[in-house]
C-alpha cells in the first residue's frame, strides 16, 4: 500500500497496471479498491491521508496522455455515465468508476470524512445510468441520454471491455441488492443469472476485428455466456446467495474448481493476469470468495478438500473441515463456527483473521442452511440507506 502511495507522491498519479512505470492500460482506477480493502480489514500502517489524496485526485482530474486515471472523467463526472461511442469502452467504465467510488466512500469512512463518504456514495449508484430495464442489462448510452439502439448481448467489445452485455450486468460488487430491484425481485434476478449459463455459448465479435482468445475461451468453457477465462464475470457464481439461493453457487463454484483448472501447463481456462484466476480458485477451494474488496466479508461457496489449514501472518491457525465426503458432496446442509451453529451466508475477514475451525456440513442434494434476513445476507450498499 505505502509503495502505491510513494508512487503517487513521486509521479502525480496511481498507477493502474505498472510495468514497471506508468502504463495506460486497463479500465478503472482500482488503487481505490486495494486502499479500501486494506484499510477495513485494519491495514493501516500506511499514509492513508496521502492514499485519499491520490484516488479524489483520479476521481476529478483529467490525466494527461502518459498517465492513468479516468477516461472520459469529465463526461462521467457531468452525466453520471461515460458516453458511447465517444469513449471505448464506456460502459465497462462507467460500471468500473462506480465501484471505484464506493471504495473511496469506505476510505473516507474509516479517516471519519463522513461528508465525503456521503459524496462518494451517491457517485458509486451510478451503475444505474447504464443499466437498460427493459433488457435487464448493461448497455452502451449515448450522450443525449438515450440507449444505443441495434443491441445485442452477445456482441463484443463496444461499450464493454473483452466482454459483452451478459458479462458486465453483474459487474456492481458493492450493491448486488440494487441491482435485484430494477430486474424486479430475487425471482427474477435469479432468472437472469440461470440465463448466462442456459444460453449456447454464441457470439458476435462486435467491435473487434476478430475473435479474439477471450470469446475462444467462452466457447470452449461450454458453460454458455458464462465466461471464466476472463475476470469481469468471475464474481457473478457467488451472487446466488446475495438473491436466496446459496445451492446454485454451490452448484457452479464446483462445476468450475472441476472442469476449468487442470493440474497440467496448459491448466488454466484463460488469462491468469496478476494472479486472479489463481486467487479465484485458491479462495472457491477454501469455500469462501470476496466477492467486493473494499467489504471485510467472504461469501460462501463449496469447500473441495476435506481438511485444509490455514497458516495467518498472525500466529493463528484458521481450520476448515468438511463432514460429509467433498468430492461426491457440493452442496453445504449446515456450518458451525468454533462448535457454533453459523447461519449467515457469508463470514467476515475478522472471524478468519481469529483462527479456529470452520465446519461445512456437506450433502449431495440442494439445501437452504442459511437465514435470509438483512443481516444473514452478504453486503449490499442500498441496504446501508
Excluded at 83 to 94: F, Q, V
Excluded at 201 to 228: C, K, L, N, R, S
Aim: charged fraction near 20%.
Amino acid at each position: 500500500m505505502q509503495w502505491l502511495v510513494n508512487a503517487y507522491k513521486e509521479g502525480g498519479w496511481l498507477p493502474i497496471w505498472p510495468s514497471p512505470g506508468y502504463r495506460r492500460v486497463m479500465i478503472g482506477a482500482h488503487s481505490a479498491s486495494l486502499f479500501a480493502d486494506a484499510m477495513v480489514k485494519g491495514i493501516r500502517d500506511f499514509d492513508m491521508e496521502e492514499a485519499l489524496k491520490g484516488v479524489i485526485k483520479d476521481a476529478y482530474v483529467q490525466a494527461p496522455a502518459f498517465a492513468p486515471g479516468r477516461d472520459g472523467m469529465e463526461e462521467y463526472n457531468k452525466l453520471g455515465y461515460v458516453p458511447y461511442p465517444e469513449y471505448r469502452e464506456a460502459s465497462a467504465k462507467t460500471l468500473e468508476y462506480a465501484y471505484d467510488d464506493f471504495c473511496i466512500r469506505q476510505m473516507a469512512h474509516v479517516l471519519g470524512k463522513d461528508s465525503l463518504a456521503e459524496v462518494f456514495g451517491k457517485r458509486a449508484v451510478n451503475y444505474k445510468n447504464v443499466y437498460h430495464e427493459p433488457s435487464k442489462l448493461m448497455r452502451g448510452r449515448n450522450k443525449d441520454g438515450s440507449f444505443l439502439t441495434g443491441f445485442s448481448p452477445l456482441a463484443w467489445g463496444g461499450p464493454f471491455t473483452e466482454g459483452n452485455a451478459w458479462h458486465y450486468t453483474w459487474s456492481v460488487f458493492h450493491d448486488p441488492e440494487g441491482l435485484i430491484n430494477p430486474m424486479g425481485g430475487r425471482q427474477n434476478f435469479i432468472r437472469m443469472m440461470d440465463s448466462v449459463f442456459n444460453q449456447p455459448p454464441d457470439f458476435e465479435i462486435g467491435t473487434y476485428p476478430y475473435e479474439i482468445h477471450e470469446i475462444t475461451e467462452m466457447v470452449a468453457a461450454g458453460m454458455g455466456q458464462y465466461a471464466h477465462g476472463n475476470q469481469p464475470i468471475q464474481h457473478m457464481i457467488y451472487l446466488y446467495n446475495y438473491a436466496g439461493q446459496p445451492w446454485k453457487t454451490q452448484y457452479w463454484v464446483r462445476e468450475v474448481l472441476e472442469k476449468l483448472y487442470h493440474p497440467v501447463p496448459e491448466g488454466y481456462c484463460g488469462d491468469e493476469d496478476n494472479g486472479q484466476t489463481s486467487a479465484w480458485y485458491v479462495f472457491s477451494a477454501l469455500g469462501f470468495y470476496p466477492v467486493c474488496p473494499g467489504i471485510p466479508q467472504y461469501v460462501f461457496g463449496s469447500p473441495l478438500f476435506k481438511k485444509s489449514t490455514v497458516h495467518l501472518p498472525n500466529g493463528k491457525i484458521l481450520t476448515i473441515e468438511t463432514v460429509g465426503d467433498p468430492a461426491r458432496n457440493r452442496y453445504i446442509r449446515g456450518v458451525k463456527l468454533n462448535g457454533e451453529a453459523y447461519r449467515k451466508s457469508w463470514i467476515s475477514h475478522d472471524d478468519l483473521a481469529r483462527g479456529g475451525t470452520l465446519v461445512f456440513e456437506m450433502t449431495d442434494q440442494p439445501a437452504d442452511p442459511f437465514d435470509n434476513d438483512p443481516e444473514s445476507m452478504p453486503y449490499s450498499m442500498s441496504l446501508d440507506y
